[in-house]
């Protein structure tokens, strides 16, 4: 049926601008923050949970810089490091928000309509 086509057709997009990552102002340049999977996104909670350990204990550099797509390593403080992994929770939260208003606006899709439904707007 039209609905679950048009419904299975927002996970590439979405996915899609996932897996392309967060391009990120590093403190020492720009970067691009992997998020092609699950794991990537471990790492990244990892990284940020040792910063907020790290800086729990009065730590100011971080042991180990952030290895971003380009495999660069950025030496971050546990703060920098911190709003880091805010960043990339907002930028995995805001495609989030952007699928679920998409999912209302296929919910609402009649026969009539769905031929002039773009699936790429709102990203």
């Known amino acids: 049926d039209w609905s679950s086509d048009v419904c299975s057709s927002d996970l590439p997009q979405r996915t899609a601008f996932q897996s392309a990552g967060l391009s990120y102002t590093f403190p020492d340049g720009v970067g691009v923050i992997q998020l092609r999977d699950d794991s990537d996104k471990v790492n990244i909670n990892g990284y940020t949970s040792m910063a907020m350990i790290a800086a729990q204990q009065g730590v100011t550099a971080m042991p180990m810089g952030f290895k971003d797509a380009a495999n660069v ?13 805010v960043a990339v929770g907002t930028f995995i939260g805001n495609l989030t ?18 031929g002039t439904f773009d699936i790429t707007a709102g990203w």
């Open 73 to 85: 390593s950025h030496p971050m403080t546990p703060a920098q490091a911190m709003a880091m992994g």
């Open 97 to 114: 928000v952007a699928k679920d208003a998409l999912a209302t606006s296929i919910n609402a899709l009649t026969a009539e309509t769905v």
